[in-house]
Structures are given as structure tokens and as C-alpha cells.
């Protein structure tokens, strides 16, 4: 079974910069492909950015410029740069691993939260 854990929410001041981590179980995390999405409370999880097995990476346009996703194989846990936060920032962040074959597996979410 595969476990992600992320960590790095919490309550910061539009203008600001939090980093996230998601860090992975199990060894296959170097072949995966990984996501990070948020839902912010009514609306539909949606993808922020992925960065695949071999790096490449794509934003929603709606971060794009501020926030970063990377990943370091040797650790199994791949990162969420957020600068500039806004808040319409604000959501439930959640990574996801998606194995070549179909299979994915989703974190339980850190909560991000942006305010005066």
C-alpha cells in the first residue's frame, strides 16, 4: 500500500510563502508522476501542477509564476513552492502519485488558508 503524507499548511498573510511537502511510502515513487490539487470549500478539486518521472513540468495558469513544483527522488517527496499567496489561494491542498500503469493514490491534505 502506498502513503503519502503532506505537510506544510497553515495560515499566512496574502503576499506570502509557504512550501509544501508530500513525501511518499514506497520506492516506486521514482517512476511516478506527481500532482498537487486543491479544492477550496463548494467548488471541484482541480489540478495546481504536476512534475513527471522525468521532471517536466506543467501550473494551472491561475499560479503560474508563483508557485513551483519539484521533486527529490532520493527523499520520495515531492514539493509545492507557493510565493505571492493570494486568497484565492485558500483550499485543501492534495498531492497524487500516478503510476505509469493507471494506478494513483492521493494524500489525506494539508489545509492552506490566506488572511489578514
Known amino acids: 500500500q502506498v502513503q503519502l503524507v503532506e505537510s506544510g499548511g497553515g495560515l499566512v498573510q496574502p503576499g506570502g510563502s509557504l512550501r509544501l511537502s508530500c513525501e511518499v511510502s514506497r520506492s516506486r515513487f521514482s517512476i511516478a508522476t506527481m500532482g498537487w490539487y486543491r479544492q477550496a470549500p463548494g467548488k471541484q478539486r482541480e489540478l495546481v501542477a504536476r512534475?513527471?518521472?522525468?521532471?517536466?513540468?506543467n501550473y494551472a495558469d491561475s499560479v503560474k509564476g508563483r508557485f513551483t513544483i519539484s521533486r527529490d527522488n532520493a527523499k520520495n517527496t515531492v514539493y509545492l513552492q507557493m510565493n505571492n499567496l493570494a486568497p484565492e489561494d485558500t483550499a485543501d491542498y492534495y498531492c497524487k502519485l500516478n503510476l505509469p500503469w493507471g494506478q494513483g493514490y492521493w494524500g489525506q491534505g494539508t489545509q492552506v488558508t490566506v488572511s489578514s
Open positions: 512534475i513527471t518521472s522525468a521532471g517536466r513540468t
